[in-house]
């Protein structure tokens, strides 16, 4: 049910109640000191920091020092490239990393659609990041998990078994046992559950209804996208046009079925086809009809219980913001 959404994820990570069992714990942060010997004189400060703490990365001991957190002769110092001089004093305050205190349960409020033992069925709204990652260590839906229930912290990615991107909105799936996540990644696999979303492109499509089958990769040029590449993984969606504006900007609101659920998949099927969704600027995408950030909604849901296995569908209306635009378009 998602353009993140990774089939054959490998879901046998361990568990995080360890994690959030140390993220319980406030981390006090230890202060570390040296005076400089004549092998130091001339180094820049980063790289005097690395002898002084060398379990933490450069980037991060240059970060504690732009925050800072780092003096010489007891006055702060924020410039990393800073030369160093002999006989001086160093001491650093070692705050732990962001990513070392990622996976703490933060009470968010959830839009829940359907809850039971095994299964959360949810509205995510836009800007919310589903996984800790570079960036966005915190406030993520799997630290609202970790909240929300407390098994969440012994199951794999907190039961997580697919993503949506951080600016798409819409219904997402979540296991809250181990044989649901199991279940649910199997489905998934299977092409057993049925995802829709809706999307406004730029452009109209010469077809009302097409497939985009077109292998998907890392972008080789810029490593925070993705494109359809030789070798890459088999991708499918099938694309049906509800409606379009011809003018002043042409754009097309589409009805988009996934088949497989590769990174970005109908973002990048759709800027390959010269249709680049509106707002979406890491694909070619332009601000337009109010929206400053990619117009994709996650609309339909569509399983069997991962237990139970009663057939479950879900449809979730878009946010004000995908809404006011679509019917601009459609009228």
């Not at 407390?150 to 046992?177: C, E, N, Q």
């Not at 097409?210 to 990769?217: K, M, N, R, V």
């Not at 400053?292 to 296995?309: F, G, K, S, Y």
Request: contains cysteine.
């Amino acid at each position: 049910m998602v353009p993140v959404g990774q089939e054959n994820a490998d879901y046998r990570e361990p568990p995080l109640a360890a994690a959030v069992a140390e993220g319980d714990v406030e981390f006090a942060a230890e202060t570390r000191s040296v005076r400089l010997g004549t092998a130091l004189h001339g180094q820049r400060l980063d790289k005097v920091l690395v002898t002084l703490a060398s379990e933490f990365s450069r980037s991060h001991l240059q970060q504690l020092i732009e925050r800072g957190h780092v003096q010489l002769d007891g006055k702060v110092q924020t410039t990393p490239a800073r030369r160093v001089k002999v006989g001086q004093l160093v001491q650093i305050e070692l705050v732990p990393t962001e990513e070392s205190q990622a996976y703490r349960a933060q009470t968010m409020a959830l839009a829940v659609l359907f809850e039971d033992e095994h299964l959360l069925v949810l509205d995510k709204p836009a800007g919310l990041v589903v996984h800790p990652a570079p960036g966005n260590w915190s406030g993520t839906l799997l630290n609202g998990l970790l909240a929300h229930h407390a098994a969440a912290a012994t199951l794999p990615r907190a039961g997580i078994v697919h993503r949506l991107d951080k600016d798409t909105s819409g219904v997402m799936m979540v296991g809250k046992t181990l044989a649901a996540v199991t279940a649910l990644v199997r489905d998934i696999g299977l092409r057993a559950v049925h995802r829709r979303y809706l999307a406004l492109a730029h452009g109209v499509p010469a077809e009302r209804e097409f497939s985009i089958e077109a292998p998907l990769g890392r972008d080789p040029q810029v490593r925070v996208r993705m494109a359809v590449v030789a070798g890459g993984r088999p991708s499918r969606t099938d694309v049906r046009l509800l409606g379009a504006r011809a003018a002043p900007d042409p754009v097309s609101a589409l009805s988009c079925t996934l088949h497989t659920g590769r990174t970005h998949q109908i973002r990048v099927h759709l800027a390959h086809r010269g249709h680049p969704l509106v707002a979406d600027v890491l694909y070619g995408g332009r601000p337009l009809l109010g929206l400053q950030r990619q117009a994709l909604h996650a609309t339909e849901l569509r399983l069997a219980h991962p237990v139970t296995r009663a057939p479950l569908a879900f449809d979730c209306a878009p946010p004000a913001d995908f809404a006011a635009a679509w019917a601009e378009v459609c009228g």
